[in-house]
């Protein structure tokens, strides 16, 4: 039965081993495979009566009746281009307790054994659903370099999740973003291993708390996701093969994984891509081996959508595919046919064993949930969500989407250069100056700002730079020149200054074509630039956008300050030359507009730093600064292919100086211990202070240069603080390595540098 306190979903107690194996054992093997589906699209579970009341739709309950119960519910309140759903027809945050309570009530009244349904949301920056919070997409989070902060951001996420009813939050996290070319790069925390680290750390802590305490109590479980190593897929094409050595996977792409695990991590989301021929979905060493057997992972293992049917031309038919996937280490699906046939497989010993195992698993993250019954009750008792705690949960996130929408602000021009920016903010707030004209293809965009799995925002929660310095300096001053030819050429002539507003977007309209796994199917002219299955050839701006600044320059002597708003590292190199000032924004969510005015106008710092490694040409891809060998003088055409590498910020701690750097090995504690002095100048300052190695002297070619610790910083004007970083010696070399010389500095290999020998 649904219960009317709230307070019955966080119950302290939990059923022991024998409880579950008794409700296992009272349950057919049809059931038990029930268990392990989530094959609905949770949209379509409900739909609206004549009277506009909420009903259950027949699909539910026959896929209830087929399986005597349900195991995990996908999307329910999911809302987007792909879904269809949107403020007309979709389920609304006032209505999200009463879509719980019908989808949960159906379930138990139709249900064998009085089992409630997992609910599982898409969160990869916040709840995809109507009314959702928008955080910065994780690019944009990246640039932050500030774990603490991501973990107070995914807690309110999770907050608001656990308000509205929903137990799984599908959460990117472990992908690195190593080919720009791929269009999800924008789900990645950048190109470095260490910092998505720290950051799908953050997630776990955020979202379930210390010890998984917030679980079942105001917090929900997390599935991270991708495993593993999707983002170097060949050439960038999205779920297509990772062609890489396991010391590269597990230098790269599997710290992450790592790390969420020893934060407590309840689930991960196997990928679409294999692995030396070895599809995820389908790789006992990595799901098995690597995650249950050296990692000690516990919880559960999803596949991504559609990628067990994907195995069936290596497993020659779609039962098949199922059987492997779940022998491989797969526990819950996500809309495929394959766990659908595991019926099928009934007499099949290992078939059997594997499904009991992960149903295990499914009950026992249900159970944290409240989901099972209580012994002699026939069904579970399951809270109701209440509409007032959705809307403080919400509010809360919302005040940290603007605080890490400030945060991601990137300054990419040299610090030499900065007082520009100075200089152009006086004139925009001078009334006599001249107009303020905002151009660029996203001059009075909103959509851009919010990056791929973003629900339709309500028109009066929609902004653009050009709205927000209308807001700000007054209609009169602000002119807006979506197109050159929209204003005057004597307006041009007299400006003030130009903020040119460029990038990418992952916006879907709702008359897209769509893959069956919701990636953009097509790219149409204007269409979607960045997000799932938009994989580019061409990462330079699209639609021509450097002419468009070459047009915009023509006409005015003024200053143009370029904000460039981002999903992957698009090449800068012309909008750099032809900017005064050039911001990189990320997708910066839906405080993004605000952000950029709080900088140009209210005088706002810019702490962010590059979570990737801009190109500098086309074709010069990729270049990661944590390469083995420097891709500087090799092409004749392209000297010098970086423009600006991974960790630039120039407003980053602007005018902090360092100094007294030193380091010793300390051997008895197995670590490197880096100690420095900070000291602000006239300004208050902060992001983060990062410190790189380069490693010499080992049994392979050392990288070029390694994030090795990070700690993000925020002082006062004339603050004068010592800066400490540890370094576990394991972070340096590998077991064998012998002796190896460090050079360490605070940039990536530039500035100050201190060196020593590890033994």
């Known amino acids: ?330 526990d819950v699906s996500l809309w495929d046919e394959g766990f659908t046939h595991l019926e099928e497989y009934a007499d099949d010993e290992q078939v059997s064993n594997a499904v009991d195992t992960a149903l295990r698993r499914v009950l026992e993250l249900k159970d944290m949930f409240g989901l099972l019954p209580e012994d002699g009750a026939d069904a579970a008792s399951i809270a109701v969500p209440d509409a007032n705690a959705i809307a403080q949960a919400t509010q809360q996130g919302r005040e940290q989407a603007k605080r890490m929408a400030r945060e991601a602000m990137t300054l990419l021009d040299d610090p030499s250069s900065t007082a520009s920016l100075d200089d152009i903010r006086a004139l925009m707030v001078d009334a006599q100056a001249g107009p303020v004209i905002v151009a660029g293809p996203f001059a009075d965009d909103f959509g851009c700002f919010l990056g791929d799995y973003t629900a339709p925002l309500p028109a009066d929660e929609q902004s653009s730079v050009y709205r927000q310095l209308v807001a700000r300096l007054g209609e009169n001053r602000v002119l807006l020149a979506a197109k050159t030819n929209d204003v005057p050429a004597s307006e041009w002539a007299r400006a003030a200054a130009v903020v040119f507003v460029c990038g990418s977007t992952s916006e879907r309209s709702y008359d897209s074509e769509f893959d069956d796994n919701g990636a953009a199917k097509a790219v149409a002219e204007y269409g979607a630039t960045c997000g799932e299955g938009v994989d580019l050839s061409d990462i330079r701006l699209p639609w021509h956008q450097d002419d468009v600044l070459d047009e915009v320059t023509a006409l005015t002597a003024a200053p143009v300050v370029s904000v460039t708003v981002c999903g992957r590292a698009h090449v800068l190199t012309h909008v750099m030359e032809r900017s005064a000032v050039t911001i990189w924004a990320g997708y910066a969510g839906q405080y993004g507009p605000q952000a950029v005015a709080d900088v140009l106008v209210d005088g706002a710092g810019l702490p962010g730093r590059l979570p990737v490694t801009l190109p500098a040409y086309p074709a010069a891809i990729p270049v990661r600064y944590n390469d083995r060998q420097s891709a500087a003088h090799v092409y004749k055409d392209a000297a010098e292919p970086v423009l600006r590498s991974f960790g630039f910020g120039a407003g980053a701690m602007a005018g902090v100086a360092f100094d007294d750097m030193h380091m010793d090995a300390q051997s008895h504690l197995g670590e490197l211990v880096v100690r420095g002095t900070a000291t602000a100048g006239a300004c208050a300052a902060s992001g983060a202070v990062n410190l790189f190695a380069h490693v010499s002297g080992g049994r392979r070619i050392p990288r070029l240069a390694m994030l090795v610790d990070s700690t993000y910083v925020s002082m006062e004007a004339g603050e004068r603080r010592d800066i400490t970083f540890h370094v576990p010696s394991e972070r340096l070399r590998d077991a064998g390595d012998g002796q190896v010389r460090v050079t360490c500095s605070l940039e990536a290999g530039m500035g100050d540098s201190a060196t020593v020998t590890l033994e």
């Open 1 to 330: 039965m649904i219960a009317s306190n709230v307070g019955m979903a966080a119950v302290d107690g939990r059923h022991g081993r024998a409880s579950i194996d008794r409700l296992i054992a009272s349950m057919s093997f049809r059931e038990k495979v029930g268990q392990l589906n989530q094959r609905l699209l949770g949209w379509k579970t409900v739909r609206r009566d004549a009277s506009g009341r909420l009903v259950a739709t027949d699909e539910l309950k026959r896929e209830i009746d087929r399986w005597g119960g349900l195991g995990v519910l996908y999307g329910l309140m999911r809302a987007d281009p792909w879904s269809g759903q949107h403020w007309g027809n979709g389920i609304r945050p006032e209505e999200r307790g009463e879509a719980v309570a019908l989808i949960q009530n159906t379930v138990l009244e139709r249900g064998a054994h009085g089992v409630g349904v997992l609910l599982s949301e898409e969160a990869p920056h916040g709840h995809q659903a109507l009314g959702g919070t928008v955080l910065p997409t994780n690019l944009g989070l990246g640039a932050t370099f500030d774990p603490e902060g991501v973990r107070q951001a995914e807690s309110a996420a999770a907050a608001e999740l656990a308000a509205s009813g929903v137990h799984i939050a599908l959460v990117s996290g472990l992908d690195i973003a190593r080919d720009p070319r791929w269009g999800r790069c924008e789900e990645c925390f950048g190109e470095d291993p260490l910092m998505a680290e720290r950051m799908c750390e953050a997630i776990v802590l955020g979202m379930q708390g210390e010890h998984r305490s917030k679980v079942g109590h105001g917090g929900v479980a997390v599935v991270l996701k991708h495993l593993a190593a999707q983002g170097e897929a060949v050439g960038g094409r999205n779920g297509q093969s990772a062609v890489l050595g396991t010391h590269d996977l597990h230098e790269i792409h599997l710290p992450p994984v790592a790390a969420g695990v020893r934060a407590g991590a309840l689930g991960f989301m196997a990928a679409y891509n294999d692995i030396d021929s070895m599809p995820c979905c389908a790789n006992p060493w990595l799901l098995k081996d690597y995650l249950r057997t050296q990692l000690g992972f516990d919880g559960i293992v999803m596949a991504d959508g559609l990628a067990v049917d994907r195995l069936e031309d290596m497993a020659a038919s779609i039962p098949a595919a199922g059987r492997a996937a779940l022998l491989a280490g797969v």
